[in-house]
Every structure is written in C-alpha cells, then in structure tokens.
C-alpha cells in the first residue's frame, strides 16, 4: 500500500503534460543553520496546477557555513548558484522542455535575491514561500486574507543627483541608524512598507500579494530611474520574505537596470553590511 508521501509524487508526475513545471530547489545556511526543503512539501504545493516534469534542480549550499561571515564563501555560493541556473537554462535543458519554473528557496537574503537575477524572464517563473504557521509551502486562498498593500515614501530627500538608497521595512522595521554612515549621511533614502499593517514576518500568505509587490516593484523602479537615471547603484537594504528576495533580483526593469548594491543586516556587527553588488 503506498504511503501519502507515494501518492503525492504520482499525483505530480500524471498531472495534465500542459502544465508541467521544473522544480529548481535552493536552500542555504542562515546564520549557521542548514535547512531542507522536503520533496514532498514541493509536490503537494504546485499541484494541482502543474505537474513535475520528472526532473528537479536542486541547488544545496548546506556545506557552506559561515556564508554570513566570509566573503570567499559568499564569492563560492553566487559562482554555484550562476552554474547550477546555467545548466537548468541551457539549450535542451529541463527549463525548456517543461516551460515553466516552481522556485523553492530559502537563505541569505542577499543570496536568494541574486539567484533571482540569474532566473530572467525568458521562462515564466512561480515563487513560493514557507509558511511560519503550517510549516509547508503551500500559498493559502485569497479569501483567507485581505489583500496586502505597499507604499513608498522618503525618508531623506537629498535630491535627483544624490545616489539612492531603498529600505524594505517589510518583514520588520529598519531602523536608520543601522544603516552605514556613508549611506544615511550621504543618499536619497527611499522606503517600501506595507500600506496600513505593521511590518511582520508573517504577513505574505496568499501568491496575490506576491504578485501585488512584483508590479509594485517595477512601478517604483520606474520612478525612481525618471528622477535619477539609471546609470547609478541602488543601494538595497532589505527585511523581506524569501519571495520577495528572489523579486528584487528577478524582477528588474527590462531595459533601465540600476546595478543593485546588496546589504544585509548583521546583529553582530551592529547593522547592515555591504555584501554583494548585481549588474
């Protein structure tokens, strides 16, 4: 008699051929901390929409600790990440047999958001998010949740020739003075939250307020490139959902790409840290 875990990979693989998704699976040490992301978890959340084309990228830095401290390790991390896409991507590869990607990734926010500006756009791409509460990785319905809102504001005005600095204040609030002194003495600093909620971990549930942050994403890229051109660095620091990471680097403006200068918020070191730049 098959077991549940049996009967959800066959479920996958005899879904409808039309729809069939390539799982690409990354999943990176935070803080120390190795953590796997369950097969079985990944079937049951892109059924009953898509099927498993048999296949799965799986993209497992769970050797590499000590990612948050060297920048060698980090330097070994992007270079894995860039072949392990490559590959999937390639001519002939899984991604252009199936059509379509179902992305599960969890890990440093700087990484997830630099495996997303190795994704493209070629290749229509599903984000999905763990779930606190549930612990699994199914998007939960619209009609559990009021839709989620975003909303940008300055925070400093230093001018259209002062270089830009974002804040997500997204899954917490981040406090200014734990930005570089360079950057808060210095930059245009903008700021994305959440419209009328506080700032939470725990605020993205439903795929639609994925998508609500995705356009909001290229609308204020947009603004931001008409008042200050797009041939400067935009300083990124961000308290997002995984998702919402892999966002930031995968949904760039098609033409006008500001470089994005990645930092990331280390305790330890009292704030945020520079880490990695996309072009």
Same mark, same amino acid.
């Given at each position: 008699?098959?077991?549940?875990?049996?009967?959800?990979?066959?479920?996958?693989?005899?879904?409808?051929?039309?729809?069939?998704?390539?799982?690409?699976?990354?999943?990176?040490?935070?803080?120390?901390?190795?953590?796997?992301?369950?097969?079985?978890?990944?079937?049951?959340?892109?059924? %009953?929409?898509?099927?498993?084309?048999?296949?799965?990228?799986?993209?497992?830095?769970?050797?590499l600790t000590g990612l948050d401290e060297q920048e060698d390790l980090l330097s070994i991390a992007c270079r894995r990440i860039?072949?392990?896409?490559?590959?999937?991507?390639?001519?002939?590869?899984?991604?252009?047999?199936?059509?379509?990607?179902?992305?599960?990734?969890?890990g440093p926010i700087p990484l997830l958001t630099f495996l997303g500006a190795q994704l493209g756009d070629k290749v229509a791409?599903?984000?999905?998010?763990?779930?606190?509460?549930?612990?699994?990785?199914?998007?939960?319905?619209?009609?559990?949740?009021? %839709?989620?809102?975003?909303?940008?504001?300055?925070?400093?005005?230093?001018?259209?020739?002062? %270089?830009?600095?974002?804040?997500?204040?997204?899954?917490?609030?981040?406090?200014?003075?734990?930005?570089?002194?360079?950057?808060?003495?210095?930059?245009?600093?903008?700021?994305?939250?959440?419209?009328?909620?506080?700032?939470?971990?725990?605020?993205?549930?439903?795929?639609?307020?994925?998508?609500?942050?995705?356009?909001?994403?290229?609308?204020?890229?947009?603004?931001?490139?008409?008042?200050?051109?797009?041939?400067? %660095?935009?300083?990124?620091?961000?308290?997002?959902?995984?998702?919402?990471?892999?966002?930031?680097?995968?949904?760039?403006?098609?033409k006008a790409r500001a470089p994005l200068r990645l930092y990331d918020n280390d305790t330890a070191k009292g704030g945020f840290?520079?880490?990695?730049?996309?072009?």
């Amino acid at each position: 008699m098959k077991d549940e875990h049996e009967r959800r990979v066959d479920a996958a693989l005899d879904a409808s051929p039309d729809l069939a998704s390539h799982i690409i699976s990354f999943a990176a040490p935070i803080r120390g901390f190795r953590i796997a992301i369950p097969r079985q978890d990944m079937f049951s959340a892109i059924l %009953p929409r898509h099927a498993f084309d048999g296949l799965q990228t799986s993209i497992d830095l769970g050797a590499l600790t000590g990612l948050d401290e060297q920048e060698d390790l980090l330097s070994i991390a992007c270079r894995r990440i860039d072949r392990a896409v490559s590959s999937a991507y390639g001519t002939a590869g899984p991604v252009e047999a199936a059509g379509h990607v179902s992305l599960f990734a969890i890990g440093p926010i700087p990484l997830l958001t630099f495996l997303g500006a190795q994704l493209g756009d070629k290749v229509a791409v599903d984000l999905y998010q763990r779930h606190r509460d549930t612990e699994d990785w199914r998007w939960k319905p619209d009609t559990a949740f009021d %839709p989620i809102g975003y909303c940008l504001e300055y925070l400093e005005d230093r001018g259209e020739d002062a %270089p830009v600095a974002i804040l997500l204040s997204l899954s917490g609030k981040i406090d200014m003075g734990t930005l570089p002194a360079e950057i808060s003495e210095t930059h245009t600093i903008y700021e994305i939250s959440l419209k009328d909620v506080d700032p939470t971990p725990t605020f993205l549930n439903c795929a639609r307020d994925l998508i609500a942050f995705r356009t909001f994403w290229h609308e204020t890229q947009s603004k931001i490139a008409a008042r200050h051109g797009d041939d400067q %660095p935009i300083s990124i620091f961000p308290a997002v959902p995984a998702p919402i990471a892999v966002s930031i680097g995968k949904d760039r403006l098609p033409k006008a790409r500001a470089p994005l200068r990645l930092y990331d918020n280390d305790t330890a070191k009292g704030g945020f840290t520079f880490q990695m730049e996309i072009d």
